[in-house]
C-alpha cells in the first residue's frame, strides 16, 4: 500500500473550493475572498468575561470562519457564526452551533489545523511560513493539513511521514532543559502542547511543562515574540478568567458565549498559557498532579449515578488524587464512593483514545463530548473525535481491554491456579495505568496483600 493510499480521506480541492465560493457568492473562475473579522466585544457583562476593556489588534480568522469541528468530523463546510467564537493559539474560530464549540473547547489541539493552516510542505522545503489555502486540504492521522497549492500537497500525499512532525519544536526536544541546561532531551509526547502559532512542544516532564507556561518567553527566541503575544491575547485578555480561578483552572480557550447564554463553555487547561491545573496557594495539588483534572474537571461518580443528568461539575474542595491523576468529585458522598473503588471511575486508557492508542501507539487525549459508556462493564471511553467513537462502538472487542493487564484474566487465577479466567469488569484494581481484573472480591484482597506477587511476569 502506497503512502498516499493511507491518507484518511482524499485531497478536499473541490469541495472546499465549492464552499468557499458559494460562502462567498463567486462564481467558479474567482477566488474566495479572505474577510476580516469583526472583533467580539469582551470585558462585558453579555459577554461572560471580567477582562478590562483594552485596546489591542484583531486576532487573525482560522478557516476563514467555516466550523473546524464540523469539517473534521463531517467532512462538511459548515459557516460558523461570530457570536459563536473561540480564541486558541492566538487565532479565532467561529462555529456553527454551539455543541460545536463545547466540542473545540475540550479537545482544541485535535481541531486546530496542524501548524496553524500554514503549509508544511512549504514550510520544510523553504524554511518560510506560507499560509495554506482551504482548496488544498487533507486529513491524515487525525489532524487537518493544508497546503499552499496542488503541487504541494501531492508531494504530502506521496510521503507524509516527511512533513507530518515539521512543526514539532526542535525535533521534540524539551524547551525547558535545552534552555536551562543545554541539553537536548526529547519530551515526552503526554506532555505535549499547541503554542505560539501552531508549534507542538514537549517537555522531558510535567513540571518543566508548569515552567514553560509560566514565562515561555524565557525558553523561546525573539523570533517568537509576537507569536506569544497574540497566543497570551487569546488565552489571557478572552478568556472567563474568574469563573477559572475558581475551579484552580486557567482556561486555554478565549470562549465567547453568545448573550444570554446560560451555559458558558469552562475549556480545559491543556492548552493554556497560565498555568496547567494548579493554584498557587495549594501547594498539595500542585504537587499531587502535573496536569488538569480528568474529564475537564466533571465529576467521575455523578456519570454513572446520575443517568438523566451525568456531566456534573466537580468540586475543588472535594478534588482526589490518584496516582498521577486529579478528579473533582461533586461532593462529600461522591468522593466516598471514589475512594472506595476508584477503578470504577478511571476512565479507560486513563482518558485516553483506546481507538487512536489500538490503531496507532499513540497516546491521544479523548474528548468529552465523543464520550461512549459501557453499562455492563462500567467504562468510560473518551474517544478522540465522532469517527474514533464510531470504530468503537462498531467493534468495542478490539479495544475494550487495551489498558487491562493479563488481556483482562485474574492475575491471581493465573498464579495461584495456572489458569486464564477473565476478571468481572467491575471487580478491579489501578495499579500504574493498568486495570487489574479478578474473579471475586477474594481474589481481589489478595492481589492487594501482595502487589509485587501478582504483577510480576509468570516464571519469576
Not at 501531492?154 to 512532525?165: G, K
Not at 496557594?281 to 466533571?298: C, I, K, T, V
Amino acid at each position: 500500500m502506497t503512502p498516499a493510499a493511507k491518507l484518511l480521506n482524499v485531497l478536499l480541492a473541490a469541495l472546499a473550493a465549492g464552499a468557499a465560493m458559494r460562502a462567498a457568492g463567486q462564481s467558479a473562475g474567482e477566488p474566495a475572498a479572505r474577510h476580516t473579522p469583526t472583533l467580539p466585544v469582551v470585558g462585558t457583562r453579555a459577554a461572560g468575561f471580567n477582562a478590562p476593556q483594552q485596546d489591542f489588534p484583531t486576532l487573525p480568522l482560522a478557516l476563514e470562519g467555516f466550523c473546524p469541528v464540523m469539517l473534521h468530523d463531517r467532512r462538511e463546510w459548515a459557516a460558523g457564526r461570530m457570536e459563536l467564537a473561540a480564541a486558541f493559539d492566538g487565532r479565532w474560530y467561529y462555529f456553527s452551533g454551539e455543541r460545536q464549540r463545547a466540542i473545540f473547547a475540550a479537545g482544541p489541539e485535535t481541531y486546530a489545523p496542524a501548524f496553524g493552516g500554514d503549509c508544511l510542505v512549504t514550510f520544510v522545503a523553504t524554511g518560510q511560513r506560507t499560509a495554506g489555502s482551504l482548496q488544498f486540504g487533507t486529513l491524515y492521522r487525525d489532524r487537518m493539513y493544508f497546503f499552499a497549492d496542488g503541487e504541494r500537497a501531492a508531494e504530502f500525499q506521496v510521503n507524509p511521514t516527511a512533513y507530518v512532525d515539521a512543526d514539532l519544536f526542535r525535533g521534540g526536544v524539551c524547551p525547558v532543559t535545552y534552555a536551562t541546561i543545554g541539553q537536548g532531551r526529547q519530551g515526552d509526547p503526554a506532555t505535549e502542547l499547541t503554542y505560539a502559532g501552531g508549534w507542538r512542544f514537549r517537555f522531558a516532564n510535567a513540571s518543566a511543562r508548569r515552567r514553560f507556561l509560566a514565562t515561555p518567553e524565557s525558553f523561546l527566541d525573539d523570533s517568537f515574540a509576537a507569536q506569544i503575544q497574540r497566543s497570551a491575547l487569546g488565552q489571557a485578555s478572552l478568556s472567563p478568567g474568574a469563573q477559572a480561578a475558581e475551579r484552580g483552572r486557567a482556561p486555554g480557550v478565549g470562549i465567547v458565549p453568545p448573550a444570554g447564554s446560560k451555559t458558558p463553555v469552562v475549556p480545559p487547561a491543556s492548552a493554556t498559557a497560565q498555568g496547567a491545573g494548579r493554584r498557587s496557594d495549594d501547594h498539595e495539588f500542585a504537587n499531587a498532579n502535573a496536569s488538569e483534572p480528568m474529564l475537564n474537571g466533571y465529576c467521575p461518580v455523578s456519570i454513572w449515578t446520575r443517568p438523566d443528568d451525568p456531566w456534573v461539575q466537580g468540586r475543588y474542595d472535594q478534588r482526589r488524587a490518584f496516582e498521577d491523576m486529579v478528579f473533582m468529585p461533586a461532593g462529600p458522598s461522591e468522593r466516598e464512593l471514589f475512594d472506595a473503588d476508584p477503578a470504577l471511575y478511571i476512565p479507560a486508557l486513563a482518558g485516553d483514545c483506546v481507538v487512536t492508542y489500538v490503531e496507532t501507539g499513540k497516546r491521544v487525549k479523548g474528548n468529552m463530548y465523543h464520550a461512549v459508556t459501557d453499562l455492563e462493564s462500567h467504562r468510560l471511553y473518551l474517544c478522540v473525535d465522532e469517527a474514533a467513537a464510531e470504530r468503537l462502538h462498531e467493534d468495542p472487542a478490539r479495544y475494550a481491554l487495551v489498558d487491562c493487564a493479563a488481556g483482562g484474566k485474574c492475575v491471581v487465577s493465573r498464579r495461584d491456579q495456572g489458569v486464564d479466567v477473565p476478571g468481572d469488569p467491575q471487580i478491579g484494581v489501578w495499579l500504574e495505568g493498568q486495570r487489574y481484573l479478578f474473579v471475586d472480591d477474594a481474589a481481589r484482597e489478595k492481589f492487594l496483600a501482595d502487589q509485587e506477587t501478582y504483577t510480576a511476569p509468570i516464571g519469576e
